[in-house]
């Protein structure tokens, strides 16, 4: 009886130190900038003209990103990407939207690339305004004819600006519900939800997204859930659309496919012209 006891007052520290550990080390599993923190390549490479912008949110952390103009743009995108790498990675979507005949903007959070700071949830929300008044009142885009795209984490903070502002459509690509709805996924044995010191509540969101949504998911998303994506897909008002992608979460980016890519456009271009 004595060891018995002995065993589970065991079992029960390594459980509490384990689940300490996770609510410590929170950040580091959210993001992963020094994946690549360097700049590898430049629009320029792929035979895009550009522009280097450096913008200052409002709590002074400086931001580094590029504008890319397509001739007479039907659109600029403002795109936020996920939780790894730079915008240096992203090049493909800058080719494929110059194609549909859109103008795109895209940057680094803080923390990220060549941008100042440390990431947190509510700093990338700064950056996400700051991102915003760049394309709408530097370049003097009107918000209607704002495309916001967001990959995997960047569709949480999409969704959060979607929910504040008005722009033109609103893109999830590989996207998750919520941090606490991954994070139960990955720790069912612990009680991630009060654990977690992140929202990043995309379904939350849409509650207060009144623009067009396209959702884009793949069944064979290894990290974030297939049934995630429906999710956000049902819970977007109309009018929207889903479109089905293959391969991992790493590996089904909708610039890969010319089909995916015509649905994105024609979706972008017919709600546009609703208006």
């Not at 709590?59 to 995108?77: I, N, Q, S, Y």
């Not at 849409?206 to 949504?213: G, I, Y």
């Not at 089904?252 to 089909?259: A, L, M, S, V």
Request: charged share 20%; net charge neutral.
């Amino acid at each position: 009886m004595r060891m018995l006891l002995s065993l589970v007052i065991m079992v029960a520290l390594i459980y509490v130190v384990f689940a300490a550990l996770i609510f410590f080390v929170q950040p580091k599993l959210v993001y992963y900038p020094e994946i690549g923190r360097g700049i590898t390549e430049t629009p320029h490479h792929s035979g895009l003209v550009y522009e280097s912008v450096e913008l200052e949110t409002g709590d002074g952390e400086r931001l580094h990103g590029w504008f890319v103009p397509a001739p007479a743009a039907k659109a600029t995108v403002l795109f936020f990407h996920g939780n790894a790498g730079n915008i240096s990675h992203r090049i493909g979507y800058l080719s494929m939207f110059y194609r549909l005949g859109y103008s795109t903007f895209i940057f680094d959070y803080r923390g990220y690339g060549e941008s100042s700071g440390k990431p947190t949830e509510q700093g990338t929300y700064q950056d996400a305004v700051a991102a915003w008044q760049y394309v709408t009142e530097k370049k003097a885009i009107p918000p209607a004819d704002v495309v916001l795209f967001g990959e995997s984490l960047g569709g949480a903070i999409a969704s959060w600006l979607a929910a504040r502002e008005i722009p033109g459509v609103l893109v999830l690509a590989s996207a998750f519900t919520s941090v606490p709805d991954m994070g139960a996924q990955l720790y069912p044995y612990l009680p991630i939800r009060r654990l977690s010191r992140f929202k990043y509540n995309t379904l939350e969101h849409l509650k207060d997204v009144s623009c067009p949504v396209f959702v884009a998911h793949s069944p064979q998303d290894e990290i974030v859930p297939f049934k995630q994506g429906q999710a956000l897909y049902e819970a977007a008002r109309n009018p929207k659309q889903f479109v089905e992608l293959q391969g991992g979460h790493n590996e089904g980016f909708i610039y890969t496919r010319e089909d995916w890519a015509n649905a994105l456009g024609k979706f972008i271009d017919a709600s546009l012209g609703r208006r």
